[in-house]
Every structure is written in C-alpha cells, then in structure tokens.
C-alpha cells in the first residue's frame, strides 16, 4: 500500500474509532442523538467525494456503510422502544408558599431515582436535598395579565413545559405536566401514553368535571391540575413560539388556557384520555370514585378542597392506603365489577382497591355506571345537568341506601398471578340509624374478600369491564371472584 493510501486508510480509522465513542457513549446516555447523526453525515460527505467511494472494492467505503447501517438499525430500535417511566419528564407547578402544605401530595407517588423532573417555584425555598428536586421559573414580568379575578403566575406556569424542553434533557418522548396537589399513578400514566406515538405532536389530558367550568374556560382545554401530556415534537414546538404567543393572551385566565391557546394556533387539539381527574368539585369523592370509567386511572386533583377518600383517615394517610393497592396492581385501581348474589337477591359492586357496595335488591349495571351524586360542583350547584355525565340521587332514607364496605388489606394468595384484597366497614356520613332489618339485609355483612388476577389489558384495544361473581356468602362474610368476561356473557342474567 503507498503512502497516500496508509494516510487516507489511517485517517478512516481515526474517523471511525472517534465516531464510534460519540455514539456509543450518546446512545447509552440516552441523548447525543443529533450529534451523532451530524458527525456521521459529516464523515459520509467527507468520503464520499474521495474516488474510493465510488468503487465496491474499497475497504473504507464498505466499513463505513456497514456502519450507517448499523447506526441506522440501532436508532430504530431505540425509538421503536416501549415507553417506560423513563421517557417521561414532569413539571410540577408550586409555590414557595405552600411547598411545605403540598410536599406530602407529591411524596405518595415519586420516585426518588426512577421518576424524572422537577417542581417548578416562584422562589427559592430552604430544602438541602430536596426530593423532587426543585427549580425556580424564569422571570415573567415581561408579559402582561389583565384578568380581573386570577393571578399572573398563570403565566409563569404556563411556560412550565417550554422551560422543561430548554433543560436539554436526553431520552425524553413526554412532557407530563400537574400542580403540586396531583397525585399520578405513574404505571398508569406510562400505559397509556404507550398508545401514542410520541414522535407526533400530541396534547393528551381530559375537561373539569364540571360543565360552568367548561363553559368559562374550554371543552378544548386539558386541566392542568388533572394534568396533561405533551409530546417531544410538540413541546419542541411550543417553545419556539409560546413567548410570542403568550403576548396575545393577557386576558386569559389560568396557565392551562394559555398552553391550549398556544397549542391552536400550532393546531394541535386535543386528545382525551378519562384517566386524568381535574376534580373541580366540593364535598365526597365516593360516588366517582365507586363508579370510575373503564379507563386507568392516571391522576386525582385538588385533594385538599374535598373529603377524605377513606372515612375515619386524615387526607394523606387516606391517600397512601390507596396507593397501596395502586403499587399491587396499579391498572385495577378503581376498576368497576358488577356482580349478583341470586340466592339473596342482592347486588354487589366493587370498586377494586377501594370498595364494594352491596344493595338488597337487583340493579341493573346501566344504573350502577352512574356515580351517586356525594359531591357538588366547583360552584356548589348540586343540579345533575352541572356535569359531565350521568349521576345518580343519594336516597334521603339511610335505609335505602346501599351497605358499603371500605378497603382493609392487600392479602397474598397461593398462586402469584392472583391478588386478595379485603374490605371491612367504615363509618361513613350516611350511617345507617333505626332501621328495621330483616335476616337477609347485607347491613350484618363485616367483610368481604375479593380475588382477582393482575389486570394487563392492552389499552389500544377496545374497553370492557370485567365480570365477577359470588363464590360464598353467609351472615358476616362474602366472597367475591373478579375475572374476564365470556365473549357473548352479559352481566344481567334474568332469573
């Protein structure tokens, strides 16, 4: 070989061996992508004007092809991964004031070392290690506000999720935004952003629950307490242009207004998912919690302005019982099972991880899918058009109202796939007084068991409730199976 070939041989080398440091160490950090990428296309124009690359027999320009091709498959396949935990960054918007008031909400569900992201506040507070870590907004004042009614750190929290975009952060495909009185399911949230194809512009969230609340802000609109998702793509959008676009919105009242309104003029709508809970409401949880959608349950807001999920706990020890069951088995949290104990002419509705209600009469599921109105609306209009779906009246007369039995315990079973969880009384607000019971009322029931396997439903395919039925029931006690539906079973079996 002469001496201008050893040179070009010994700079191909030199090419390669560098190209393939950057690489390796930008892919197993999860970011560098772009770097790469430049390094290689660079190294290709660099050769391909070198008449060896013209010819199949030159030992470079095969090495080097080999090499695209290998990037290539490599970079497919870490793009064609599963979305995990790992991909997703939150923005958690606080405040110096009440970070100490709402630092336990955050603590039920994040994970120091696994969970991505930061707690986004309008000053420093004093915390040494801070978990999650902590970041102060940049200075907004800027941009002007002019709702008469709200607070201009609307604006600062807008800009939550274009600030996270601008961290640099590697590895990411979501933007996962909330307030610092959300509690996330994290496994939940993962699942189903896997539906999506985070290489798209998406805005994935859900509206209030609350119809006034609609009207005044927008149907179009994901509640930023509820929290809402938005792609790489789209976040990479909105930070190029919200500042500009936020110019055009003084008026507007609250951050999640202002995002949406950026968003539109990108053209990005909405896309709901029923999972996330904006809760603007006052007064019990029970009724929508008993009756939750046949959806995973991703997120739960504003837990400081309602009761108790559990009767007789405060609100965070309430919380962490719940999100005991949501560690076991996180996609059947709040799953709906409707079942009937023929030989008593009972109902039996669970509320998997949270309760069952047991009736003395037969209901039919159309009405059980309703939640019982225990609540009223942010307003306080207790009319049922105030929502966004169907309730159901509380009976004025305790005794008609139906025995509830809360969650006890998670209990092992024999056989891994299968998760025990008990329920016992609780006093609730509607205790059942002076009522004539017969020997057939469920009031005398104490507990009752519940088996079910691991929920891994595929969430890209259609939605289904699973069934369940009664395998022992006496005075104190029952026992209830929960399982797939038979393809043409219905849950009402006329006796």
């Not at 079942?339 to 309760?355: K, L, M, P």
Request: charge should be positive; include cysteine.
């Amino acid at each position: 070989m002469d001496s201008s070939k050893q040179q070009g041989w010994g700079r191909y080398q030199f090419f390669c061996e560098n190209i393939g440091q950057i690489c390796w160490k930008a892919f197993k950090g999860g970011g560098g992508l772009i770097l790469c990428g430049w390094a290689v296309y660079v190294f290709f124009l660099v050769l391909s004007t070198h008449p060896c690359w013209q010819y199949s027999g030159c030992l470079p320009a095969g090495l080097l092809r080999g090499r695209i091709n290998l990037l290539e498959k490599v970079i497919n396949e870490e793009e064609s991964a599963t979305t995990g935990l790992e991909h997703i960054v939150f923005g958690i918007a606080g405040s110096a004031q009440k970070w100490r008031e709402r630092k336990p909400f955050i603590e039920l569900w994040w994970r120091p070392g696994q969970t991505r992201g930061f707690v986004w506040l309008d000053r420093p507070v004093n915390e040494t290690d801070p978990q999650p870590p902590v970041r102060i907004s940049e200075d907004t004042s800027r941009f002007n506000y002019t709702h008469p009614r709200g607070s201009r750190s609307a604006i600062r929290i807008s800009r939550i999720v274009s600030e996270s975009f601008r961290l640099g952060l590697p590895n990411v495909r979501w933007f996962v935004m909330g307030d610092d009185d959300t509690v996330f399911i994290p496994e939940n949230l993962v699942r189903v952003l896997s539906k999506y194809d985070h290489r798209q512009m998406y805005y994935i969230g859900s509206n209030s629950e609350s119809t006034e609340q609609n009207v005044v802000h927008s149907y179009g609109m994901a509640y930023g307490g509820g929290g809402f998702a938005i792609s790489y793509p789209l976040a990479k959008a909105l930070a190029r242009v919200q500042d500009d676009c936020l110019v055009r919105y003084p008026d507007l009242y609250g951050s999640d207004q202002r995002v949406q309104a950026c968003l539109a003029e990108l053209g990005v709508p909405l896309t709901k998912e029923p999972g996330f809970h904006q809760f603007d409401i006052h007064g019990n949880l029970f009724g929508l919690l008993a009756a939750h959608p046949v959806a995973p349950l991703i997120s739960l807001h504003h837990l400081d302005s309602v009761a108790s999920v559990f009767p007789n706990m405060n609100r965070t020890a309430a919380l962490r019982h719940l999100m005991k069951a949501a560690e076991v088995d996180p996609e059947r949290l709040l799953q709906q099972s409707i079942c009937y104990d023929r030989r008593r002419n009972w109902t039996v509705s669970v509320s998997w991880g949270y309760c069952v209600q047991i009736l003395d009469k037969i209901e039919l599921p159309r009405v059980l899918e309703y939640p019982l109105q225990t609540f009223l609306t942010w307003g306080n209009s207790a009319r049922k058009s105030s929502f966004l779906f169907n309730t159901r009246t509380v009976a004025r007369n305790p005794c008609e109202r139906p025995t509830v039995v809360f969650l006890k315990d998670i209990i092992k079973t024999n056989l891994t796939h299968l998760v025990g969880t008990t329920y016992t009384k609780r006093a609730m607000d509607w205790v059942k007084m002076n009522c004539s019971w017969s020997p057939n009322d469920p009031e005398s029931l104490q507990n009752i068991r519940v088996v079910s396997p691991k929920l891994q439903h595929d969430w890209t395919r259609a939605p289904r409730r699973q069934c369940c039925e009664v395998t022992s029931s006496d005075t104190h006690g029952m026992e209830i199976k929960i399982r797939n539906c038979a393809n043409d079973e219905t849950v009402f079996t006329p006796s």
